[in-house]
């Protein structure tokens, strides 16, 4: 199933958080696109270096302030001596096998010349200004006698090429350039990405009743997955509103028909399904609920990890599938709730065979006398094909649906496929990351949780979140 529309909804919050998680490439592409910058320099445009020196106009006869401002006149026509063909030749005849460029400049209301030579090695530049040096007084003199020249600044040899600055500008521009381009394409690619980026997505794009939303919640990071409860130890007052209200609709749902078992299904991994499936029987159990959890994902069960239970309970569901029901010694119980849980903490496919052949279905009918109700974590509907076959021998199904992460296009196939049976009840939204951007920009992959074998009250070793 398509997603609802196609209209193109910017959300300014998405495209920053693209833009943030890819900083370390947008730093790499403003060195990259100066290095391309500084080799296309290097490759087009050689480099040049000038050298410089100034002289000064007077005239021969007492007359100082007069021959001066004659002088001044006639800088300009000096000027035009110093750029002849006649000069050239005459530095060519001292340095045939150099390359260079002379040129003469007025400095206007003055009787000063600034004469430059340009060569692509400092020192051809300077042997070519002191060739013109060398050879200017002579033709000056024979085509102006009253005329001579004074250097006032002797010349050097230049340091730094005549594309320097240039050379700067065109790193910066290039920088500049790469980083913008890379940018845009991110943010195209934020743009287009048709995945359910906030709530007004979520109503819009996907064809399922919508059972809450759940308020990211941030914590400290841990290197192991861990948990967190919807407890006031949390103090996130939304956080636990949220599944109580969730839990409240599903509760509605499952007594309205007589059911009792739910399937709790997502579109792809780490999507925070079996932390939302915990929270719900956490919550359902507060108003003095037995509630059974299965790990009905054979492929990567994770509840026993997530709960540090003791190694006695690894393969229990894998057991009590076989046997078509379970004892008290199979099954771990959440200290301070009345949660308790059959858990497979090692891979076990096979297991599967056992949902078609009547194992499951007769666990199922076994639980239900003992529980108010079985929660089912079961695998990703894309990716393992036994959460549909799970999902048509429960009661209900609920699909979660992360922020930004799968497709609506894959989301609402999900739904097709978990709605085939008419379980599907609805689906719950999940925020992946904070409201505010200056406190959290990232997705919110985890979680704090962890039971501690102490003197303490079952109240309080319920949850212990830092």
């Keep these: 199933m398509n997603s609802k529309n196609d209209v193109i909804i910017i959300d300014p919050a998405s495209v920053l958080l693209d833009l943030l998680r890819h900083w370390w490439n947008l730093i790499l592409m403003v060195v990259a696109g100066g290095l391309l910058a500084c080799v296309a320099i290097q490759t087009v445009l050689p480099s040049s270096y000038a050298a410089t020196t100034v002289v000064a106009v007077l005239g021969t006869s007492s007359n100082a302030v007069g021959n001066v401002q004659n002088a001044s006149d006639l800088a300009p026509s000096i000027t035009s001596v110093l750029q002849s063909d006649t000069l050239r030749e005459m530095i060519r005849q001292q340095l045939p096998d150099t390359d260079y460029t002379l040129s003469a400049t007025y400095i206007e209301n003055t009787n000063l010349i600034e004469i430059t030579a340009s060569a692509a090695t400092p020192r051809a530049a300077f042997q070519a200004l002191q060739a013109a040096a060398n050879n200017y007084p002579s033709l000056l003199s024979n085509l102006m006698a009253d005329l001579y020249l004074v250097t006032v600044q002797q010349p050097s040899v230049p340091l730094e090429s005549q594309q320097s600055a240039s050379n700067v500008k065109t790193i910066v521009l290039g920088a500049f350039f790469a980083v913008f381009a890379y940018a845009a394409l991110v943010v195209l690619l934020s743009v287009l990405r048709d995945t359910v980026k906030n709530l007004s997505d979520m109503q819009r794009k996907i064809d399922a009743h919508l059972l809450g939303r759940i308020p990211f919640a941030k914590v400290a990071r841990k290197?192991?997955?861990?948990?967190?409860?919807?407890?006031?130890?949390?103090?996130?007052?939304?956080?636990?509103?949220?599944?109580?209200l969730i839990s409240s609709r599903i509760a509605y749902h499952l007594d309205k028909d007589g059911g009792k078992v739910l399937a709790l299904?997502?579109?792809?991994?780490?999507?925070?399904?079996?932390?939302?499936?915990?929270?719900?029987?956490?919550?359902?159990?507060?108003?003095?609920?037995?509630?059974l959890v299965l790990d009905g994902d054979f492929r990567n069960p994770s509840i026993a990890k997530l709960l540090n239970a003791d190694a006695r309970y690894d393969n229990a569901l894998a057991k009590a599938i076989q046997q078509g029901e379970f004892s008290d010694q199979m099954l771990y119980a959440i200290p301070g709730t009345r949660i308790q849980c059959l858990t497979n903490k090692n891979k076990h496919p096979g297991s599967s065979r056992s949902l078609s052949n009547g194992n499951f279905a007769k666990l199922l009918m076994f639980a239900k006398q003992y529980f108010d109700y079985i929660l089912v974590d079961t695998g990703p509907v894309a990716l393992v094909a036994d959460t549909t076959v799970i999902a048509a021998q429960c009661d209900a199904a609920v699909l979660l649906v992360a922020q930004d992460v799968s497709p609506a296009r894959a989301i609402n196939d999900a739904v097709d496929a978990l709605d085939r049976n008419g379980r599907l009840i609805g689906c719950i939204y999940r925020e992946t990351r904070s409201s505010s951007l200056k406190k959290q920009y990232g997705y919110g992959s985890s979680y704090s949780y962890g039971y501690q074998k102490s003197t303490a009250s079952p109240a309080d070793k319920t949850e212990g979140v830092k």
């Design 223 to 244: 290197k192991e997955d861990s948990l967190i409860l919807a407890t006031a130890k949390n103090k996130n007052f939304a956080f636990e509103e949220s599944y109580q």
């Design 265 to 291: 299904s997502s579109v792809a991994q780490n999507e925070g399904k079996t932390h939302c499936l915990l929270n719900i029987a956490y919550s359902l159990s507060k108003s003095q609920k037995r509630v």
